[in-house]
């Protein structure tokens, strides 16, 4: 069907050779022959089908890590709440029965998994709120980058990390209240929440990423002022506290324990969105053997620091 050029032209002329590209040698490209292409019409009215609409998963689906650890701070807040704690301001001692972090517990009494308990506990319904709107933020956006599993563990080793930190300062710099030392207890998710945004900060500068740079510039940027902001609020309201003493209490060692090794955790990784997976995976590996071998170590340097001095 469509145009028929004849093996020979008319009147024994040269035949058209054609040559690569669209140039021709002969009479030109507009007339051949001084024939018209011949236009056939459609013999059907065939419409083709639209393609096929794929289902998107759900946003759980998605991001199932994110809204895990969600579910687990709000399931532990839930649980104290049907036991009769406070569900706007329990006190010290119902934390402390519900696993809040304390040098003097995890140093004295050897109650180490306190540094992993203290990061799905927080101080009321205000306190969870706030944390759970940042996690689910940051983690919609990290977990496409580390996986799953990658965010899940970065959520317990960076808290980890911002945890042993409070508790080093608390317990070389304690409270001293007349005659006595006071460890403040400390719980809430803000440590692993500053991990997973220093992370972000390293693998949303990846040039291995296929999104446009200036996207990844803004979001980069994002993450940098909320981490920024928020660390000068929290070291804000403690400087405010040495004058007034307001009763509102930030863990400013524990934000930036957990920023600062969700940078480190990053600087080994590659994003799991434009690399190989093999690639991916080994560099989450090391990273991952990386951080909880710092923390080991870091771990072993507390328990033998001396005690504190009356």
């Not at 409070?166 to 001293?176: A, E, G, M």
């Not at 390293?202 to 510039?217: A, F, G, M, T």
């Not at 803004?218 to 405010?240: H, Q, T």
Request: proline share 9%; net charge positive.
């Amino acid at each position: 069907m469509g145009s028929h050029f004849p093996d020979s032209p008319p009147g024994g002329q040269n035949p058209v050779h054609w040559e690569s590209g669209s140039a021709l040698r002969g009479q030109g490209s507009a007339h051949i022959y001084g024939a018209s292409p011949e236009l056939l019409p459609p013999e059907s009215r065939y419409t083709p089908p639209p393609p096929p609409v794929r289902r998107q998963r759900p946003t759980w689906a998605a991001a199932p890590a994110t809204y895990f650890l969600v579910g687990v701070n709000c399931a532990v807040y839930l649980a104290m709440v049907f036991h009769g704690i406070s569900p706007f301001s329990p006190n010290v001692d119902q934390l402390m029965r519900w696993g809040a972090n304390n040098a003097g517990a995890v140093l004295i009494y050897g109650e180490w998994q306190r540094i992993i308990t203290a990061m799905f506990l927080h101080v009321g319904i205000l306190h969870l709120a706030t944390n759970m709107w940042c996690l689910w933020n940051l983690g919609l956006l990290a977990e496409p980058l580390m996986g799953s599993f990658g965010l899940i563990a970065a959520y317990i080793l960076t808290g980890a990390a911002g945890n042993l930190l409070s508790t080093l300062v608390n317990w070389v710099w304690p409270i001293h209240d007349g005659g006595n030392i006071v460890f403040p207890a400390g719980a809430g998710a803000s440590g692993a929440v500053f991990g997973i945004a220093g992370a972000l900060i390293i693998l949303l500068k990846s040039n291995r990423l296929p999104i446009p740079v200036y996207e990844l510039k803004r979001l980069r940027k994002a993450v940098i002022y909320f981490a920024a902001i928020n660390l000068a609020i929290g070291f804000s309201i403690w400087a405010g506290n040495l004058w007034v003493h307001s009763g509102l209490n930030i863990d400013n060692m524990a934000h930036l324990g957990g920023f600062s090794s969700g940078l480190l955790l990053a600087m080994p990784m590659v994003p799991r969105i434009g690399s190989p997976k093999t690639s991916f995976q080994s560099r989450l590996r090391m990273a991952l053997v990386m951080a909880v071998a710092l923390l080991v170590l870091f771990g072993f340097y507390i328990a033998h620091v001396p005690p504190p001095q009356n």
